[in-house]
Protein backbone atom coordinates (compact mmCIF):
# COMPACT_ATOMS: atom_id res chain seq x y z
CA UNK A 1 0.00 0.00 0.00
CA UNK A 2 0.76 3.86 -0.62
CA UNK A 3 2.82 5.52 2.61
CA UNK A 4 2.63 9.00 3.30
CA UNK A 5 4.75 10.82 5.74
CA UNK A 6 4.54 14.23 7.14
CA UNK A 7 5.70 16.13 9.94
CA UNK A 8 2.97 16.60 12.31
CA UNK A 9 4.04 20.05 13.36
CA UNK A 10 5.58 23.56 12.20
CA UNK A 11 5.95 26.70 13.74
CA UNK A 12 6.76 29.86 11.59
CA UNK A 13 7.33 33.70 12.28
CA UNK A 14 4.35 35.85 10.13
CA UNK A 15 6.18 37.13 7.03
CA UNK A 16 8.34 34.38 7.04
CA UNK A 17 8.27 31.55 4.72
CA UNK A 18 6.57 27.85 5.57
CA UNK A 19 7.95 24.74 3.75
CA UNK A 20 6.35 21.83 4.48
CA UNK A 21 7.63 18.33 3.75
CA UNK A 22 6.08 15.15 2.40
CA UNK A 23 7.23 11.89 1.42
CA UNK A 24 5.92 8.91 -0.24
CA UNK A 25 6.15 5.16 -1.27
CA UNK A 26 4.41 4.37 -4.74
CA UNK A 27 6.37 5.76 -7.73
CA UNK A 28 3.58 5.18 -9.49
CA UNK A 29 1.79 8.57 -8.01
CA UNK A 30 0.25 10.12 -11.16
CA UNK A 31 -1.52 13.70 -9.06
CA UNK A 32 0.36 14.86 -5.91
CA UNK A 33 -1.73 16.86 -3.75
CA UNK A 34 -1.41 19.67 -1.34
CA UNK A 35 -4.99 20.26 0.99
CA UNK A 36 -5.31 22.72 3.43
CA UNK A 37 -8.05 22.23 6.88
CA UNK A 38 -8.81 25.19 9.06
CA UNK A 39 -10.23 24.56 12.32
CA UNK A 40 -13.79 23.12 12.32
CA UNK A 41 -13.51 23.19 8.29
CA UNK A 42 -13.50 20.65 5.39
CA UNK A 43 -10.69 19.82 3.12
CA UNK A 44 -9.77 23.17 0.79
CA UNK A 45 -7.95 21.83 -2.35
CA UNK A 46 -4.64 24.20 -2.40
CA UNK A 47 -3.17 23.03 -5.35
CA UNK A 48 -1.70 19.86 -7.35
CA UNK A 49 1.00 18.79 -9.52
CA UNK A 50 1.51 15.87 -12.17
CA UNK A 51 3.89 13.60 -11.94
CA UNK A 52 6.34 14.85 -14.85
CA UNK A 53 6.26 18.06 -13.39
CA UNK A 54 9.21 18.80 -11.13
CA UNK A 55 7.72 22.51 -10.05
CA UNK A 56 4.29 24.19 -9.63
CA UNK A 57 4.42 28.11 -8.36
CA UNK A 58 0.77 29.55 -7.79
CA UNK A 59 0.89 33.26 -6.60
CA UNK A 60 2.31 32.77 -3.05
CA UNK A 61 2.54 28.67 -2.86
CA UNK A 62 5.59 26.74 -4.78
CA UNK A 63 5.12 23.24 -4.90
CA UNK A 64 8.81 21.23 -5.53
CA UNK A 65 8.70 17.47 -6.63
CA UNK A 66 11.93 15.22 -6.81
CA UNK A 67 10.46 12.11 -8.14
CA UNK A 68 13.37 10.27 -7.99
CA UNK A 69 13.43 11.04 -3.96
CA UNK A 70 9.63 10.85 -3.79
CA UNK A 71 9.20 14.09 -1.91
CA UNK A 72 6.92 16.87 -1.93
CA UNK A 73 7.23 20.27 -0.54
CA UNK A 74 4.83 23.09 -0.28
CA UNK A 75 6.43 26.70 0.22
CA UNK A 76 4.32 29.15 1.39
CA UNK A 77 5.93 32.72 0.58
CA UNK A 78 5.59 35.67 3.04
CA UNK A 79 2.72 33.35 5.42
CA UNK A 80 -0.15 35.07 7.06
CA UNK A 81 -1.69 34.75 10.39
CA UNK A 82 -4.83 32.78 7.95
CA UNK A 83 -2.60 30.69 6.78
CA UNK A 84 -2.58 28.86 10.16
CA UNK A 85 -4.13 25.25 9.63
CA UNK A 86 -3.27 21.61 9.05
CA UNK A 87 -1.76 20.76 5.36
CA UNK A 88 -2.37 17.51 4.01
CA UNK A 89 -0.36 15.70 1.29
CA UNK A 90 -2.18 13.32 -0.94
CA UNK A 91 -1.05 11.47 -3.41
CA UNK A 92 -2.82 8.61 -6.38
CA UNK A 93 -2.05 5.10 -6.03
CA UNK A 94 -1.48 2.98 -8.68
CA UNK A 95 -5.40 2.79 -8.87
CA UNK A 96 -6.73 6.15 -8.95
CA UNK A 97 -6.95 5.91 -5.07
CA UNK A 98 -6.44 8.98 -3.07
CA UNK A 99 -4.24 8.32 0.33
CA UNK A 100 -3.66 11.05 2.53
CA UNK A 101 -0.78 11.62 4.77
CA UNK A 102 -1.51 12.52 8.68
CA UNK A 103 -1.11 16.32 8.54
CA UNK A 104 1.08 19.17 8.99
CA UNK A 105 -0.31 21.19 11.91
CA UNK A 106 1.41 24.94 10.85
CA UNK A 107 1.18 27.71 13.13
CA UNK A 108 1.85 31.13 12.88
CA UNK A 109 3.04 33.87 15.50
CA UNK A 110 3.35 37.10 15.38
CA UNK B 1 -25.05 21.59 -6.55
CA UNK B 2 -22.35 23.69 -6.67
CA UNK B 3 -20.31 21.67 -4.32
CA UNK B 4 -20.22 18.26 -2.04
CA UNK B 5 -23.29 17.65 0.21
CA UNK B 6 -23.25 16.18 3.19
CA UNK B 7 -26.01 15.49 5.82
CA UNK B 8 -26.32 15.68 8.96
CA UNK B 9 -23.21 18.16 9.68
CA UNK B 10 -23.65 16.83 13.05
CA UNK B 11 -25.16 13.33 14.65
CA UNK B 12 -25.15 12.59 18.39
CA UNK B 13 -26.14 9.27 18.19
CA UNK B 14 -26.59 6.31 21.59
CA UNK B 15 -24.08 3.55 21.38
CA UNK B 16 -25.82 0.33 19.71
CA UNK B 17 -28.08 2.38 17.72
CA UNK B 18 -27.33 2.37 13.48
CA UNK B 19 -26.69 5.79 11.87
CA UNK B 20 -27.27 6.83 8.24
CA UNK B 21 -24.54 9.13 6.71
CA UNK B 22 -25.53 10.99 3.39
CA UNK B 23 -23.41 12.32 0.42
CA UNK B 24 -24.70 14.42 -2.68
CA UNK B 25 -21.66 14.79 -4.92
CA UNK B 26 -21.28 17.39 -7.43
CA UNK B 27 -23.61 16.19 -10.53
CA UNK B 28 -21.30 14.42 -12.90
CA UNK B 29 -18.46 13.23 -10.62
CA UNK B 30 -17.91 9.87 -11.09
CA UNK B 31 -15.93 9.21 -7.94
CA UNK B 32 -16.88 9.38 -4.72
CA UNK B 33 -14.98 8.40 -1.55
CA UNK B 34 -15.78 8.43 2.22
CA UNK B 35 -13.05 9.54 4.97
CA UNK B 36 -13.07 9.04 8.60
CA UNK B 37 -10.89 11.66 10.63
CA UNK B 38 -11.07 10.99 13.97
CA UNK B 39 -10.17 14.36 16.64
CA UNK B 40 -6.30 15.50 15.71
CA UNK B 41 -5.57 12.73 13.71
CA UNK B 42 -4.99 12.49 9.83
CA UNK B 43 -7.75 10.92 7.02
CA UNK B 44 -8.43 7.65 7.35
CA UNK B 45 -9.41 5.95 3.99
CA UNK B 46 -13.22 4.17 4.39
CA UNK B 47 -14.38 3.55 0.81
CA UNK B 48 -14.00 4.48 -2.94
CA UNK B 49 -16.33 4.35 -5.58
CA UNK B 50 -15.67 4.85 -9.43
CA UNK B 51 -18.06 4.71 -11.91
CA UNK B 52 -19.51 1.42 -12.29
CA UNK B 53 -16.79 -0.24 -10.81
CA UNK B 54 -16.99 -2.44 -8.28
CA UNK B 55 -16.15 0.01 -4.79
CA UNK B 56 -12.84 -0.33 -2.60
CA UNK B 57 -14.06 -0.92 0.14
CA UNK B 58 -10.53 -2.26 1.72
CA UNK B 59 -10.31 0.57 4.29
CA UNK B 60 -13.84 -0.06 6.54
CA UNK B 61 -12.75 -1.18 9.81
CA UNK B 62 -15.45 -3.94 10.79
CA UNK B 63 -18.59 -5.72 9.08
CA UNK B 64 -20.82 -2.79 10.67
CA UNK B 65 -19.63 -0.07 8.31
CA UNK B 66 -20.94 -0.37 4.90
CA UNK B 67 -21.34 1.83 1.90
CA UNK B 68 -23.64 2.06 -1.09
CA UNK B 69 -23.79 4.58 -3.95
CA UNK B 70 -27.56 4.77 -5.92
CA UNK B 71 -27.70 5.34 -9.46
CA UNK B 72 -24.15 6.60 -9.95
CA UNK B 73 -24.49 9.33 -7.21
CA UNK B 74 -25.79 9.55 -4.00
CA UNK B 75 -23.76 8.09 -1.37
CA UNK B 76 -25.30 6.44 2.25
CA UNK B 77 -22.45 5.36 4.41
CA UNK B 78 -24.32 3.05 7.37
CA UNK B 79 -22.77 2.35 10.87
CA UNK B 80 -24.65 -0.42 12.76
CA UNK B 81 -24.55 -1.09 16.21
CA UNK B 82 -22.51 2.25 16.90
CA UNK B 83 -19.35 1.90 19.32
CA UNK B 84 -17.47 4.68 20.93
CA UNK B 85 -14.91 4.33 18.89
CA UNK B 86 -16.85 5.21 15.67
CA UNK B 87 -17.22 8.69 16.94
CA UNK B 88 -15.42 10.67 14.32
CA UNK B 89 -15.84 13.36 11.25
CA UNK B 90 -16.97 11.27 8.50
CA UNK B 91 -15.87 13.26 5.19
CA UNK B 92 -16.87 12.66 1.69
CA UNK B 93 -14.99 13.75 -1.32
CA UNK B 94 -15.98 13.66 -5.09
CA UNK B 95 -14.33 14.02 -8.49
CA UNK B 96 -15.18 14.09 -12.26
CA UNK B 97 -11.11 12.89 -12.79
CA UNK B 98 -8.05 12.23 -11.48
CA UNK B 99 -7.60 15.65 -10.43
CA UNK B 100 -9.73 17.95 -7.99
CA UNK B 101 -11.64 15.87 -5.51
CA UNK B 102 -13.77 18.29 -3.63
CA UNK B 103 -14.44 17.34 0.00
CA UNK B 104 -17.60 18.13 2.09
CA UNK B 105 -17.97 19.69 5.27
CA UNK B 106 -18.49 16.61 6.97
CA UNK B 107 -20.55 15.14 9.01
CA UNK B 108 -19.49 15.10 12.96
CA UNK B 109 -20.74 11.95 14.81
CA UNK B 110 -20.84 11.31 18.25
CA UNK B 111 -21.49 8.47 20.23
CA UNK B 112 -22.63 8.72 23.29
Known amino acids: GEDVEQSLFLSVREGDSSVINCTYTDSSSTYLYWYKQEPGAGLQLLTY?????DMKQDQRLTVLLNKKDKHLSLRIADTQTGDSAIYFC??????????FGAGTQVVVTP | GAGVSQSPSNKVTEKGKDVELRCDPI?????LYWYRQSLGQGLEFLIYFQGNSAPDKSGLPSDRFSAERTGGSVSTLTIQRTQQEDSAVYLCASSADTYGYTFGSGTRLTVV
Open chain 2, 27 to 31: SGHTA
Open chain 1, 90 to 99: AVTDSWGKLQ
Open chain 1, 49 to 53: IFSNM
